[in-house]
Protein backbone atom coordinates (compact mmCIF):
# COMPACT_ATOMS: atom_id res chain seq x y z
CA UNK A 1 0.00 0.00 0.00
CA UNK A 2 1.59 3.15 -0.80
CA UNK A 3 -0.22 7.00 -0.40
CA UNK A 4 1.48 10.13 -1.52
CA UNK A 5 1.98 13.08 0.73
CA UNK A 6 3.67 16.32 0.21
CA UNK A 7 7.09 16.87 1.46
CA UNK A 8 8.32 19.80 3.58
CA UNK A 9 11.38 19.78 0.99
CA UNK A 10 12.39 23.33 -1.24
CA UNK A 11 10.89 21.93 -3.98
CA UNK A 12 7.55 20.27 -1.98
CA UNK A 13 7.73 17.24 -4.47
CA UNK A 14 4.78 14.45 -4.18
CA UNK A 15 6.52 11.48 -3.23
CA UNK A 16 5.41 7.77 -3.24
CA UNK A 17 6.12 6.11 0.76
CA UNK A 18 5.40 2.85 1.03
CA UNK A 19 4.19 0.68 4.83
CA UNK A 20 4.21 -2.60 5.93
CA UNK A 21 1.50 -4.56 7.98
CA UNK A 22 1.84 -3.67 12.02
CA UNK A 23 3.40 -6.38 13.71
CA UNK A 24 2.00 -6.66 17.43
CA UNK A 25 4.38 -8.69 20.45
CA UNK A 26 3.21 -8.27 24.10
CA UNK A 27 1.77 -4.73 23.26
CA UNK A 28 4.81 -3.26 21.59
CA UNK A 29 4.29 -2.22 17.65
CA UNK A 30 6.24 -2.17 14.68
CA UNK A 31 6.23 -1.01 11.58
CA UNK A 32 8.40 -0.49 8.68
CA UNK A 33 8.53 2.80 5.72
CA UNK A 34 10.60 2.52 2.47
CA UNK A 35 10.74 5.36 -0.46
CA UNK A 36 12.98 5.82 -3.28
CA UNK A 37 15.57 8.26 -2.25
CA UNK A 38 18.30 9.95 -4.66
CA UNK A 39 19.93 12.09 -2.29
CA UNK A 40 21.22 12.49 1.71
CA UNK A 41 18.77 15.48 1.76
CA UNK A 42 15.66 12.82 0.46
CA UNK A 43 16.69 10.86 3.52
CA UNK A 44 16.43 13.77 6.08
CA UNK A 45 13.40 15.11 4.68
CA UNK A 46 11.88 11.32 4.61
CA UNK A 47 12.89 10.95 8.58
CA UNK A 48 11.58 14.30 9.51
CA UNK A 49 8.42 13.20 7.83
CA UNK A 50 7.53 9.63 9.30
CA UNK A 51 8.95 11.60 12.95
CA UNK A 52 6.21 14.11 12.13
CA UNK A 53 3.57 11.70 11.71
CA UNK A 54 4.27 8.56 13.61
CA UNK A 55 3.41 10.26 16.89
CA UNK A 56 4.94 8.79 20.40
CA UNK A 57 6.99 6.74 19.08
CA UNK A 58 10.30 5.42 20.77
CA UNK A 59 12.13 4.10 17.94
CA UNK A 60 12.63 5.04 14.40
CA UNK A 61 15.17 2.95 13.04
CA UNK A 62 16.87 4.25 10.06
CA UNK A 63 19.10 2.98 7.09
CA UNK A 64 19.67 3.93 3.36
CA UNK A 65 21.88 3.09 0.38
CA UNK A 66 22.57 5.17 -2.43
CA UNK A 67 24.13 4.69 -5.51
CA UNK A 68 25.90 7.62 -7.57
CA UNK A 69 26.56 7.65 -11.13
CA UNK A 70 30.11 6.56 -10.73
CA UNK A 71 28.57 3.47 -8.55
CA UNK A 72 29.74 4.35 -4.97
CA UNK A 73 27.64 3.35 -2.82
CA UNK A 74 26.75 5.55 0.31
CA UNK A 75 25.19 3.79 2.82
CA UNK A 76 24.30 4.38 6.34
CA UNK A 77 22.24 3.28 9.19
CA UNK A 78 21.07 4.75 12.86
CA UNK A 79 19.52 2.90 15.51
CA UNK A 80 17.83 5.54 17.08
CA UNK A 81 18.16 4.05 20.52
CA UNK A 82 17.09 0.37 19.32
CA UNK A 83 20.89 -0.88 19.63
CA UNK A 84 21.73 -2.97 16.73
CA UNK A 85 18.75 -2.67 14.71
CA UNK A 86 19.83 0.18 12.31
CA UNK A 87 22.75 -2.28 11.50
CA UNK A 88 20.64 -5.43 10.55
CA UNK A 89 18.42 -3.66 8.54
CA UNK A 90 21.44 -2.25 6.27
CA UNK A 91 22.67 -5.86 6.26
CA UNK A 92 19.08 -7.15 4.95
CA UNK A 93 19.39 -3.86 2.30
CA UNK A 94 22.96 -5.00 1.48
CA UNK A 95 22.26 -8.72 1.62
CA UNK A 96 19.09 -7.74 -1.30
CA UNK A 97 21.62 -5.34 -2.98
CA UNK A 98 18.84 -2.75 -2.46
CA UNK A 99 19.77 0.89 -3.55
CA UNK A 100 18.57 4.17 -3.97
CA UNK A 101 15.86 3.42 -0.93
CA UNK A 102 15.60 4.69 2.93
CA UNK A 103 13.59 1.81 5.51
CA UNK A 104 12.54 3.68 9.03
CA UNK A 105 11.42 1.30 10.69
CA UNK A 106 9.45 2.53 13.41
CA UNK A 107 8.77 0.65 17.05
CA UNK A 108 6.18 1.52 20.16
CA UNK A 109 7.87 0.17 23.26
CA UNK A 110 5.13 -1.87 25.31
CA UNK A 111 6.77 -2.02 28.30
CA UNK A 112 7.75 -5.62 28.36
CA UNK A 113 11.55 -6.27 26.79
CA UNK A 114 11.38 -8.60 23.68
CA UNK A 115 14.73 -9.90 23.26
CA UNK A 116 16.55 -10.89 20.25
CA UNK A 117 12.76 -11.77 18.82
CA UNK A 118 12.50 -8.11 18.26
CA UNK A 119 15.29 -8.12 15.63
CA UNK A 120 12.94 -10.81 13.74
CA UNK A 121 10.13 -7.87 13.82
CA UNK A 122 12.09 -5.42 12.58
CA UNK A 123 13.21 -7.19 9.73
CA UNK A 124 10.23 -8.85 8.66
CA UNK A 125 8.44 -5.37 8.01
CA UNK A 126 11.38 -4.37 6.95
CA UNK A 127 11.59 -7.15 3.89
CA UNK A 128 7.84 -6.85 3.79
CA UNK A 129 7.89 -2.84 2.96
CA UNK A 130 10.72 -3.64 0.62
CA UNK A 131 8.66 -6.22 -1.35
CA UNK A 132 5.84 -3.88 -2.10
CA UNK A 133 8.03 -0.82 -3.75
CA UNK A 134 10.48 -0.98 -6.73
CA UNK A 135 13.28 -1.65 -4.37
CA UNK A 136 14.52 -4.68 -5.41
CA UNK A 137 14.50 -4.39 -9.31
CA UNK A 138 18.42 -3.01 -8.77
CA UNK A 139 17.05 0.08 -9.76
CA UNK A 140 18.00 -0.24 -13.45
CA UNK A 141 21.12 -0.10 -13.09
CA UNK A 142 21.85 -4.01 -13.80
CA UNK A 143 20.09 -6.65 -15.83
CA UNK A 144 17.61 -8.51 -14.91
CA UNK A 145 19.49 -11.28 -15.23
CA UNK A 146 22.67 -9.93 -12.75
CA UNK A 147 19.87 -10.11 -10.00
CA UNK A 148 20.50 -12.25 -7.34
CA UNK A 149 17.50 -14.64 -7.69
CA UNK A 150 15.54 -14.94 -4.24
CA UNK A 151 13.29 -17.88 -3.45
CA UNK A 152 11.33 -18.25 -0.52
CA UNK A 153 9.92 -21.52 0.08
CA UNK A 154 13.64 -23.50 -1.18
CA UNK A 155 17.33 -23.52 -0.23
CA UNK A 156 19.24 -21.81 -3.07
CA UNK A 157 22.61 -23.64 -3.36
CA UNK A 158 25.48 -22.79 -5.01
CA UNK A 159 26.81 -24.58 -8.00
CA UNK A 160 30.19 -25.47 -6.43
CA UNK A 161 28.18 -27.95 -4.02
CA UNK A 162 26.90 -29.78 -6.86
CA UNK A 163 27.76 -33.52 -6.21
CA UNK A 164 27.92 -32.73 -2.54
CA UNK A 165 26.22 -36.25 -1.12
CA UNK A 166 24.80 -33.75 1.98
CA UNK A 167 22.00 -32.73 -0.51
CA UNK A 168 20.40 -36.34 -1.22
CA UNK A 169 19.20 -36.03 2.89
CA UNK A 170 17.61 -32.44 2.09
CA UNK A 171 13.99 -34.07 1.75
CA UNK A 172 11.48 -31.89 4.23
CA UNK A 173 12.32 -28.89 1.88
CA UNK A 174 12.70 -28.38 -1.60
CA UNK A 175 16.41 -26.39 -2.96
CA UNK A 176 17.65 -25.10 -6.08
CA UNK A 177 20.86 -23.98 -7.69
CA UNK A 178 21.59 -20.46 -7.82
CA UNK A 179 24.10 -18.06 -8.36
CA UNK A 180 24.71 -17.02 -4.21
CA UNK A 181 27.98 -16.26 -2.58
CA UNK A 182 27.76 -18.65 0.56
CA UNK A 183 26.93 -22.28 0.01
CA UNK A 184 23.70 -22.37 1.01
CA UNK A 185 20.80 -19.25 1.28
CA UNK A 186 18.86 -20.75 4.30
CA UNK A 187 16.53 -17.61 4.55
CA UNK A 188 16.55 -13.73 3.62
CA UNK A 189 18.98 -12.80 6.21
CA UNK A 190 20.72 -16.41 6.57
CA UNK A 191 23.51 -18.35 4.93
CA UNK A 192 25.90 -21.14 5.30
CA UNK A 193 29.31 -22.43 4.03
CA UNK A 194 30.00 -26.05 4.33
CA UNK A 195 33.25 -27.54 5.18
CA UNK A 196 34.83 -30.87 5.41
CA UNK A 197 37.70 -31.07 7.78
CA UNK A 198 39.07 -33.36 5.33
CA UNK A 199 39.37 -31.31 2.77
CA UNK A 200 40.52 -28.22 5.49
CA UNK A 201 43.30 -30.19 6.30
CA UNK A 202 44.43 -30.66 2.81
CA UNK A 203 43.21 -26.46 1.58
CA UNK A 204 43.49 -24.78 5.11
CA UNK A 205 43.43 -21.55 2.96
CA UNK A 206 39.89 -22.32 1.26
CA UNK A 207 38.10 -21.14 4.03
CA UNK A 208 39.70 -17.99 4.79
CA UNK A 209 39.00 -16.97 1.84
CA UNK A 210 34.96 -18.01 1.54
CA UNK A 211 34.52 -15.96 5.33
CA UNK A 212 36.45 -13.10 3.38
CA UNK A 213 33.72 -12.61 0.34
CA UNK A 214 30.63 -12.92 3.18
CA UNK A 215 32.34 -10.71 5.38
CA UNK A 216 29.46 -8.01 6.18
CA UNK A 217 26.79 -9.81 4.24
CA UNK A 218 23.61 -11.58 6.09
CA UNK A 219 22.82 -11.44 9.77
CA UNK A 220 23.17 -15.10 10.51
CA UNK A 221 26.02 -16.52 9.13
CA UNK A 222 26.95 -19.95 9.78
CA UNK A 223 30.42 -22.46 8.98
CA UNK A 224 27.92 -25.65 8.83
CA UNK A 225 31.49 -28.74 9.18
CA UNK A 226 31.55 -32.25 8.77
CA UNK A 227 33.80 -34.47 11.20
CA UNK A 228 34.99 -36.88 8.69
CA UNK A 229 38.50 -37.33 10.39
CA UNK A 230 39.70 -39.52 13.48
CA UNK A 231 41.74 -36.61 14.75
CA UNK A 232 39.64 -33.33 14.85
CA UNK A 233 40.22 -31.52 17.76
CA UNK A 234 42.80 -29.40 17.04
CA UNK A 235 40.84 -28.79 14.18
CA UNK A 236 38.06 -27.45 15.48
CA UNK A 237 39.64 -25.58 17.77
CA UNK A 238 41.11 -23.87 14.90
CA UNK A 239 37.81 -23.31 13.30
CA UNK A 240 35.93 -22.47 16.33
CA UNK A 241 38.74 -19.30 16.79
CA UNK A 242 38.16 -18.30 13.25
CA UNK A 243 34.44 -18.09 13.04
CA UNK A 244 34.39 -16.50 16.96
CA UNK A 245 36.66 -13.42 15.28
CA UNK A 246 34.29 -13.36 11.88
CA UNK A 247 31.06 -13.76 13.62
CA UNK A 248 30.43 -17.26 12.54
CA UNK A 249 27.86 -19.57 14.14
CA UNK A 250 29.82 -23.02 13.94
CA UNK A 251 27.65 -26.06 13.99
CA UNK A 252 29.50 -29.87 13.92
CA UNK A 253 28.04 -32.65 11.94
CA UNK A 254 29.03 -36.08 12.12
CA UNK A 255 27.57 -37.51 9.06
CA UNK A 256 26.35 -36.36 5.76
CA UNK A 257 22.48 -36.94 7.12
CA UNK A 258 23.20 -35.02 10.10
CA UNK A 259 23.86 -31.83 8.33
CA UNK A 260 21.50 -31.92 5.53
CA UNK A 261 18.93 -32.52 8.17
CA UNK A 262 20.17 -29.46 10.19
CA UNK A 263 20.19 -26.94 6.44
CA UNK A 264 16.69 -27.95 6.09
CA UNK A 265 15.65 -27.26 9.44
CA UNK A 266 17.05 -23.82 9.22
CA UNK A 267 15.08 -23.36 6.53
CA UNK A 268 12.21 -24.89 8.15
CA UNK A 269 11.90 -22.57 10.98
CA UNK A 270 12.90 -19.76 9.08
CA UNK A 271 9.93 -17.34 10.37
CA UNK A 272 9.12 -19.40 13.46
CA UNK A 273 9.53 -17.68 17.16
CA UNK A 274 12.79 -18.82 19.57
CA UNK A 275 9.75 -20.26 21.82
CA UNK A 276 9.15 -22.88 19.41
CA UNK A 277 11.98 -24.77 19.79
CA UNK A 278 12.18 -24.19 23.70
CA UNK A 279 11.32 -26.98 26.20
CA UNK A 280 7.60 -27.14 26.94
CA UNK A 281 7.27 -27.91 30.66
CA UNK A 282 3.87 -28.39 31.84
CA UNK A 283 2.02 -26.71 34.76
CA UNK A 284 1.02 -29.90 37.10
CA UNK A 285 3.48 -31.27 39.83
CA UNK A 286 4.90 -34.85 38.64
CA UNK A 287 5.41 -32.43 35.47
CA UNK A 288 7.77 -30.45 37.68
CA UNK A 289 9.39 -32.97 39.85
CA UNK A 290 10.54 -34.76 36.76
CA UNK A 291 11.66 -31.66 35.44
CA UNK A 292 13.73 -31.11 38.54
CA UNK A 293 15.21 -34.57 39.34
CA UNK A 294 16.02 -36.14 35.61
CA UNK A 295 18.78 -32.90 35.93
CA UNK A 296 20.41 -35.53 38.10
CA UNK A 297 22.55 -37.71 36.19
CA UNK A 298 21.46 -41.48 35.24
CA UNK A 299 17.92 -40.62 37.05
CA UNK A 300 15.38 -41.20 34.52
CA UNK A 301 11.39 -40.70 34.40
CA UNK A 302 10.47 -44.09 35.55
CA UNK A 303 12.82 -43.27 38.72
CA UNK A 304 10.63 -40.08 39.43
CA UNK A 305 7.29 -42.08 38.99
CA UNK A 306 8.99 -44.50 41.83
CA UNK A 307 10.20 -41.97 44.05
CA UNK A 308 7.11 -39.52 43.93
CA UNK A 309 4.66 -43.06 44.36
CA UNK A 310 6.76 -43.58 47.53
CA UNK A 311 7.34 -40.24 48.77
CA UNK A 312 5.01 -37.88 47.10
CA UNK A 313 6.63 -35.21 47.56
CA UNK A 314 10.36 -33.33 46.72
CA UNK A 315 10.53 -32.01 50.49
CA UNK A 316 10.11 -35.82 51.71
CA UNK A 317 12.40 -37.24 48.91
CA UNK A 318 15.34 -35.00 50.06
CA UNK A 319 14.87 -35.96 53.64
CA UNK A 320 14.57 -39.76 53.18
CA UNK A 321 17.84 -41.61 53.66
CA UNK A 322 19.73 -43.38 51.53
CA UNK A 323 18.68 -46.30 53.10
CA UNK A 324 14.82 -45.61 52.73
CA UNK A 325 15.74 -44.92 49.08
CA UNK A 326 17.57 -47.95 48.49
CA UNK A 327 14.37 -50.02 48.80
CA UNK A 328 12.80 -48.32 45.61
CA UNK A 329 13.13 -50.79 42.50
CA UNK A 330 15.34 -49.17 39.87
CA UNK A 331 17.78 -47.27 42.40
CA UNK A 332 20.91 -48.46 42.81
CA UNK A 333 23.99 -47.77 45.47
CA UNK A 334 25.55 -45.02 42.74
CA UNK A 335 22.12 -43.31 41.48
CA UNK A 336 21.14 -42.94 45.35
CA UNK A 337 24.35 -41.44 45.98
CA UNK A 338 23.79 -38.90 43.44
CA UNK A 339 20.74 -37.38 44.47
CA UNK A 340 21.50 -37.16 48.13
CA UNK A 341 24.67 -35.32 46.76
CA UNK A 342 22.40 -33.15 44.84
CA UNK A 343 20.45 -31.70 47.69
CA UNK A 344 23.39 -31.43 50.36
CA UNK A 345 24.44 -28.41 48.00
CA UNK A 346 23.60 -24.88 49.93
CA UNK A 347 21.81 -23.88 46.70
CA UNK A 348 19.64 -26.36 46.45
CA UNK A 349 18.33 -26.60 50.31
CA UNK A 350 14.30 -26.57 50.22
CA UNK A 351 11.83 -25.04 53.07
CA UNK A 352 8.71 -26.69 51.78
Same mark, same amino acid.
Given at each position: ?13 ? !?? !? ?6 ? %? ?8 ? $? ?14 ? @???? @? ?14 ? /? ?6 ? %?? =?? &? ?14 ? &? ?9 ? /? ?12 ? &? ?7 ? =? ?5 ? =?? @???? #? ?10 ? +? ?12 ? +? ?13 ? =? ?9 ? @? ?13 ? &? ?31 ? +? +??? !? ?20 ? $? ?24 ? #????? %? ?7 ? /? ?9 ? %? ?5 ? /? ?22
Amino acid at each position: MSEEINENSTESTL !IN !IYHSSRIK %DRRSIFVAHA $KRVETKQEVDNFLSYI @KSEE @KNATHNVLAFRLESSD /GTIVEESD %DD =GE &KYAGERILNLLKTLDA &KNVAVIVTRWF /GGISLGPVRFEHII &KCTREVLDQ =GPFLNNN =GS @KSSS #SRRPTSSNAILV +NGCQRGNPILQFIR +NVSWEYSEIAPDYLL =GQTTCALFLSL @KYHRLHPEYIFNRME &KLAHQYILRILLILVDIESHQESIRELTKICII +N +NFT !IILAWSQEEAGRYLETYKMFEY $KTPEIIMEKIENDYLAKLTHCLTQIK #SVNKT %DVVTLASSF /GSLKRIINTSS %DELAVCP /GLGEQKIKRIKEAFERPFLTHKS
